[in-house]
Structure formats: structure tokens, C-alpha cells
């Protein structure tokens, strides 16, 4: 099993910046991706940002050039620096960690994005 501590949602004003993190703990292969998705009241839960083992990095077409990803192999977490906040970037936030054959998800943090 993995575990995920996220931290570092609330509530920020249009313009303004968050940073997220999650750290992994458990039964952790040596090599695996991670990354956030996110999930606005009444919408799919989408893709965000993706860092893969070695740190290629992906990001959904709305959030290029205001949020980076990064991780820390060595705490087994994953960060979201999120700048130029919209409150269109209001929802949920859940990090994941992929193993062979499997997606771990994080409980999700609240981001709200309002004047």
C-alpha cells in the first residue's frame, strides 16, 4: 500500500500563487512516475502536470507557463508550484504515483481561486 501526506491548498486571490506538495510512504518501487490531476464541481477529473522516473515533465494546454512540477526522489515527493492563479483553477487537487500496474491516489487538497 502507499500513503500520501498533501499540503499547501486554500484560498488565494486571482493573480496569486500556491505551491502544493505530496509525499509518498509505503511500499515503493525505486522507479515510478507522478504527478496532479484536479476535479471542479461538476467536471471529469483532469490531468494537470506529470513528472515521469527520470523527469520528463507534461502539462495540461490551460495551465502551461503558470504551474511547474518538480520532485524530490530522495522524500518520494512531488510538488505543484501554481502562479497567475485563475479562478478557473478553483477544484480539487489530487496527486497520484504510478507502479507497474497501478495509479495511487492522494485524498485531494481544495484549491479555490476568488476575489
Known amino acids: ?4 501526506v498533501e499540503s499547501g491548498g486554500g484560498l488565494v486571490q486571482p493573480g496569486g500563487s500556491l505551491r502544493l506538495s505530496c509525499a509518498a510512504s509505503g511500499r515503493l518501487f525505486s522507479i515510478y512516475a507522478m504527478g496532479w490531476s484536479r476535479q471542479a464541481p461538476g467536471k471529469q477529473r ?7 522516473s527520470l523527469g520528463g515533465t ?4 490551460s495551465v502551461k507557463g503558470r504551474f511547474t512540477i518538480s520532485r524530490d526522489s530522495a522524500k518520494n515527493t512531488v510538488y505543484l508550484q501554481m502562479n497567475s492563479l485563475k479562478p478557473e483553477d478553483t477544484a480539487v487537487y489530487y496527486c497520484y504515483l504510478d507502479q507497474p500496474g497501478r495509479r495511487y491516489w492522494g485524498q485531494g487538497t481544495q ?4 476575489s
Open 111 to 114: 484549491v479555490t481561486v476568488s
Open 58 to 61: 507534461n502539462y495540461a494546454d
Open 1 to 4: 500500500q502507499v500513503q500520501f
Open 46 to 52: 483532469e490531468l494537470v502536470a506529470h513528472i515521469s
